[in-house]
């Protein structure tokens, strides 16, 4: 596994894409995650989605771009929007009251289904800003 150095963790942080950078992980904000889909979704190779957003290249091994867009494309195909930070699932062990289970489960929809209108709309006006760039 790769260890970033203080100065490598440092030149992470500068950038606003960065949520968090530690020796061993790199956490990256919405923002991010929200361009690098749009942009990867619209055909650009994750090298220069990176690049595009203000990232040394230097600092990633192809292996790790590639568990990048795979984690990506899971969070993004999931429809409960992208998170910041790291996202840990509810133990196997905790249980909820069935009333709760419920509303929780209703709530959750509700969410995923606002989080996922607002996504589409966002690819919609990236879609026309890549046509009226086009044809200009």
């Given amino acids: 596994m790769r260890e970033y150095t203080i100065k490598e963790i440092k030149e992470l942080m500068s950038n606003p894409y960065t949520f968090k950078a530690t020796r061993h992980k790199l956490y990256f904000t919405i923002a991010f995650k929200e361009a690098f889909w749009t942009s990867y979704q619209a055909g650009n190779a994750p090298r220069k989605v990176l690049s595009d957003l203000g990232y ?14 795979q984690r990506l494309k899971k969070e993004a195909l999931a429809g409960q929007g992208f998170t910041e930070g790291e996202s840990r699932p509810i133990r196997a062990g905790f249980k909820m009251p069935s009333d709760s289970r419920n509303q929780a489960r209703e709530s959750s929809t509700d969410d995923r289904i606002w989080n996922e209108l607002k996504y589409l709309r966002q690819e919609v006006e990236f879609i026309k800003k890549i046509i009226k760039e086009k044809s200009s």
């Fill in 56 to 69: 040394d290249l230097n600092l990633f091994g192809q292996k790790q771009i590639d568990s990048m867009v």
